[in-house]
């Protein structure tokens, strides 16, 4: 408290004969006035050599004097091969792993579907007929997955006119398709 109002005092502020008197009287006080006139005029840049000749051989000394005290830790951290048979780490992975191939299995039918919109999007509207990726059968039905199973249904003569008409229009494509990129390669090589 009396440093406080000293440092009001040295600034103007609280200006009193009581602490004048006891400044006077006050050898710590006096340390202090002085400390802060030193403080004072460092910030203010009005003095140029504030520290003596001898002050970084006093610090090394001081330093050197310093008791170093290394802090040991009370607990060790554990090593991995500790932490991988603890119980806790058993369940977080008991619990993590179908959760990490459940974001596998997400990731690989995301990449799947995004694949084939953007394949359909860049063929255009002209060949929504092409089987891209056709996840029936032939016979478009489903059938169990036994080697014993019967079979139940036989293709219908109607299935097997409409899966002609597909390949057929698959083929026209790819003629039609084969005469346009051999007159360009015909172009070039005249070129």
Not at 126 to 148: H, K
Request: glycine share 2%; hydrophobic share 40%; charged share 20%.
């Amino acid at each position: 408290m009396q440093k406080e109002q000293l440092s009001a005092y040295i600034d103007g502020e609280q200006i009193s004969e009581a602490m004048t008197e006891k400044l006077c009287q006050d050898a710590d006080l006096q340390k202090s006035w002085a400390n802060f006139h030193t403080i004072r005029a460092v910030m203010r840049q009005e003095s140029e050599v504030l520290l003596g000749a001898d002050f970084t051989a006093k610090m090394a000394d001081l330093i050197e004097q310093e008791e170093i005290v290394v802090a040991q830790p009370m607990i060790s951290q554990p090593m991995p091969e500790e932490t991988a048979q603890s119980p806790f780490m058993q369940k977080l992975k008991a619990w993590f792993m179908p959760m990490t191939q459940f974001a596998v299995a997400a990731g690989v039918c995301l990449v799947a579907v995004m694949g084939v919109q953007s394949f359909m999007a860049h063929n255009g509207k002209e060949n929504q007929d092409a089987p891209v990726l056709q996840t029936l059968p032939f016979n478009n039905s489903v059938q169990e997955v036994s080697y014993n199973a019967p079979t139940q249904s036989v293709i219908t003569p109607e299935q097997i006119e409409q899966k002609n008409k597909r390949i057929d229009s698959i083929l026209q494509s790819y003629e039609l398709q084969k005469r346009i990129y051999a007159d360009r390669l015909n172009l070039q090589n005249q070129k």
